[in-house]
C-alpha cells in the first residue's frame, strides 16, 4: 500500500495550491480518506476528511471556505484544493486513509502519504 502526496510547493498569501495524492494498493473508494498537516514545533492536526460514500465531508474551522477535499476514483487519487492561503497554512500536508471510518484523529488512519511542504510566504 502506498500513497503518494504532491503538489506543495512555495505560493504567497492569497494564492492557491491543489494537493494530490495517488493510491496503490487499496482502493480510495473503499475508504474514509483525510488530509493532515503539521507545521513546524506542532502535532499532526486534521485539516478535512470525507467518508468512503462521500456523504460526509468534514473541515477543519480554519480551512472551511477555502480548502476542498474530493476524489476522483476513476484515478485512485485524492485531492485538496486549497485557496485564499494564509501564512498560517504553512506545514507538511499529509494524505491518510482509513478503512473503518473511525473519525478524524490522525490515529484513526491506518495509511499515511509521505508528506508535501507547503509554504505560504510573500
Known amino acids: 500500500v502506498q500513497l503518494q502526496a504532491s503538489g506543495g510547493g512555495l505560493v504567497q498569501p492569497g494564492g492557491s495550491l491543489r494537493l494530490s495524492c495517488a493510491a496503490s494498493?487499496?482502493?480510495?473508494?473503499?475508504?474514509?480518506i483525510g488530509w493532515f498537516r503539521q507545521a513546524p514545533g506542532a502535532g499532526r492536526e486534521a485539516v478535512s476528511c470525507v467518508d468512503s460514500g462521500n456523504v460526509r465531508k468534514w473541515y477543519a474551522d480554519s480551512a472551511k471556505g477555502r480548502f476542498t477535499i474530493s476524489r476522483v476514483d476513476t484515478k485512485n487519487t485524492m485531492y485538496l484544493q486549497m485557496d485564499s492561503l494564509k501564512p498560517e497554512d504553512t506545514a507538511v500536508y499529509y494524505c491518510?486513509?482509513?478503512?473503518?471510518?473511525?473519525?478524524?484523529?490522525?490515529?484513526?488512519?491506518?495509511?499515511w502519504g509521505q508528506g508535501t511542504q507547503v509554504t505560504v510566504s510573500s
Open positions: 494498493g487499496l482502493t480510495l473508494d473503499d475508504y474514509t
Open positions: 491518510a486513509a482509513d478503512p473503518e471510518g473511525r473519525g478524524r484523529f490522525p490515529h484513526d488512519y491506518d495509511y
